[in-house]
């Protein structure tokens, strides 16, 4: 897949003053180059609506659409890649499905992460590195270790999740990451944009050496 670094989720949870589309493009302007539409709480029609709008974007753009639990739908918008939770449909299923899509997987351990870069996942989730109030049934924080962990033993990208805020995105990248994702530090902030770019700058600071 296409290199990327900064992973950016939609929220419900963004600034009342805005919508969707307005604030995934503003965290594309920023910087953010994957953009993942998770939408727990939408009927199908509202959330097909949806995830068109983020295509018409994303592609605007050039920047990978990823489709959060619905396989069917990623298919349906053409979206670039889909991404599962561990209780979701197999790796191989997801595989048989979208074919050369990319796909994501959430990890929380690494026997987790080692199975699904075995299995032929494109990139993994790990965390949640801190404590979230965006998802309520997220496990335990894994916390640094993981971080460490995972950079040390897995080949494929990973991206840190869970927590990352602009206060703490210097130990996760310290910890090892190259690439992070955020959900309300982005789509909650007064300026979407700015947020991204400050994260990017952290990012581009620790490549510089
Ligand atoms: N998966 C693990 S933590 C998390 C997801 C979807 C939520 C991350 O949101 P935030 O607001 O960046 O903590
Ligand atoms: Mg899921």
Redo the contacts with the bound molecule.
């Keep these: 897949m296409k290199e990327f670094r900064l992973y950016a ?1 939609t ?1 419900e ?1 963004f600034h009342p003053r805005r919508e969707l589309t307005e604030v995934m493009e503003q965290a594309i302007l920023g910087g953010a180059d994957i953009i993942q539409f ?1 939408d727990k709480h939408s009927g199908p029609e509202e959330r097909l609506a949806k995830a068109r709008a983020l295509r018409e974007l994303t592609r605007r753009y050039g920047v990978p659409l990823i489709i ?1 639990d619905h396989v069917q739908l990623a298919l349906e918008v053409d979206a670039d890649g889909i991404h599962l ?1 561990q209780g979701d449909l197999s790796l191989t299923e997801a595989r048989r499905i979208v074919g050369n899509k990319i796909i994501g997987i ?1 990890t929380h351990a690494i026997e987790e992460a080692l199975a699904a870069q075995k299995q032929g996942a494109d990139y993994i ?1 790990a ?4 404590a ?4 309520l049934d ?2 335990a924080p894994v916390g640094l270790d993981y971080i460490r962990e995972v950079s040390r033993r897995i080949r494929i990208p990973f991206v840190a ?5 602009l206060h703490n995105a210097d130990e996760v990248i310290e910890a090892g990451a190259t690439r992070l ?8 902030s007064e300026d979407p944009a700015g947020a991204c770019r400050a994260f990017i700058d952290k990012l581009e600071q620790k490549e510089r050496g």
């Design positions: 989720i929220g949870n998770r959060n939770g959430s989730g965390g949640p590195v801190y979230t109030q965006t998802k997220a496990v999740i869970g927590g990352i805020k994702c955020a959900i309300s530090e982005i789509v909650g």
